[in-house]
């Protein structure tokens, strides 16, 4: 691995910068999570018992089972925000997994990817250095994170931190903490679903496929004058896209596509400037 402390202990110094934000997501992640229905896994298959998530966590039943949940999160509090996460959803998968791939994980990346851009700015000769021995160019700051693998060990951080904040609040307490969050993130995606999908682009005009540059090769395909054009025959050129249709002002942008020697075109310039 390379010599990157020092980016390590920046990734770390941002993610404690921004423990408030992550706290507040994860209060946000929980809203209507009381509301889905209670499941427990009993001797291998999944079952539910007959109540929501709410209301469990309101009497103080225990959310998660035995069969189900992580290690370091059996001894939580019942009802608790981390006797959630333990919980097996409806999916058989336990909570935390879900909050782990949908919160914690883009969050860790958008403060690495902030610890990077801090760096660029404010110690170049090392981030240069870095970027060297990543291999990278430091062109996609995703991709610079990724090489140097901090976002992995940043994840325990954050789970750390949000457990040390909300593992032994009420549930329902921390989703009423996170609802005004969770109706602002709402109206962000219903406004982003309701906007028109972006245009293309237009495509780039090709000079050579314009008609005017079609019918001068088509006019000196005949053989007269012959080619490539030499600066003798600049003047039966000119004659020629003139008697063509080609407007005086679109021979400057038809010459570069058309079989001439050297010189030529600037010939065929002069005349048209002089009044030929």
């Given at each position: 691995m390379f010599d990157v402390d020092w980016m390590d202990l920046l990734c770390r110094a941002v993610l404690r910068e921004r423990t408030g934000e992550l706290v507040?997501?994860?209060c946000a992640w929980t809203v209507g999570l009381s509301d889905r229905p209670h499941h427990l896994r009993r001797?291998?298959?999944?079952?539910?018992?007959?109540?929501?998530?709410?209301?469990?966590?309101a009497t103080g039943l225990m959310l998660s089972g035995d069969e189900d949940g992580r290690l370091d999160l059996g001894d939580a509090r019942p009802g608790s925000f981390?006797?959630?996460?333990?919980a097996v959803g409806a999916d058989g998968v336990v909570f935390a997994d879900?909050?782990?791939?949908?919160?914690?994980?883009?969050?860790?990346?958008?403060?690495?990817?902030?610890?990077?851009?801090?760096?660029?700015?404010?110690?170049?000769?090392?981030?240069?250095?870095?970027?060297?021995?990543l291999g990278e160019?430091?062109?996609?700051?995703?991709?610079?994170?990724?090489?140097?693998?901090?976002?992995?060990?940043?994840?325990?951080?954050?789970?750390?931190?949000?457990?040390?904040?909300?593992?032994?609040?009420?549930?329902?307490?921390?989703?009423?903490?996170g609802l005004p969050l969770s109706l602002?993130?709402?109206?962000?995606?219903?406004?982003?679903?309701?906007?028109?999908?972006?245009a293309p682009a237009a495509p780039v005009a090709d000079p050579a496929a314009s008609g005017a540059v079609f019918l001068a090769r088509a006019a000196l395909a005949?053989?007269?004058?012959?080619?490539?054009?030499?600066?003798?025959?600049?003047?039966?050129?000119?004659?020629?896209l003139l008697a063509e249709g080609i407007e005086p002002d679109e021979v400057a942008d038809v010459l570069p596509h058309l079989p001439l020697a050297p010189g030529t075109a600037d010939t065929v310039l002069g005349l048209l400037a002089a009044g030929r």
């Amino acid at each position: 691995m390379f010599d990157v402390d020092w980016m390590d202990l920046l990734c770390r110094a941002v993610l404690r910068e921004r423990t408030g934000e992550l706290v507040a997501e994860a209060c946000a992640w929980t809203v209507g999570l009381s509301d889905r229905p209670h499941h427990l896994r009993r001797r291998g298959r999944l079952v539910e018992t007959g109540g929501t998530i709410g209301d469990r966590a309101a009497t103080g039943l225990m959310l998660s089972g035995d069969e189900d949940g992580r290690l370091d999160l059996g001894d939580a509090r019942p009802g608790s925000f981390a006797d959630a996460l333990n919980a097996v959803g409806a999916d058989g998968v336990v909570f935390a997994d879900h909050f782990d791939r949908e919160v914690v994980e883009p969050f860790v990346l958008t403060t690495c990817v902030r610890a990077a851009e801090r760096a660029r700015d404010t110690r170049p000769a090392e981030w240069r250095e870095l970027l060297d021995d990543l291999g990278e160019d430091g062109t996609d700051l995703v991709e610079v994170v990724r090489a140097g693998e901090w976002e992995v060990p940043l994840r325990i951080d954050a789970e750390h931190l949000v457990l040390a904040a909300l593992g032994g609040v009420p549930l329902l307490q921390v989703e009423a903490e996170g609802l005004p969050l969770s109706l602002v993130r709402r109206a962000e995606a219903l406004t982003r679903e309701a906007a028109p999908p972006p245009a293309p682009a237009a495509p780039v005009a090709d000079p050579a496929a314009s008609g005017a540059v079609f019918l001068a090769r088509a006019a000196l395909a005949g053989g007269d004058p012959p080619e490539p054009v030499v600066p003798a025959d600049a003047d039966r050129l000119l004659a020629l896209l003139l008697a063509e249709g080609i407007e005086p002002d679109e021979v400057a942008d038809v010459l570069p596509h058309l079989p001439l020697a050297p010189g030529t075109a600037d010939t065929v310039l002069g005349l048209l400037a002089a009044g030929r």
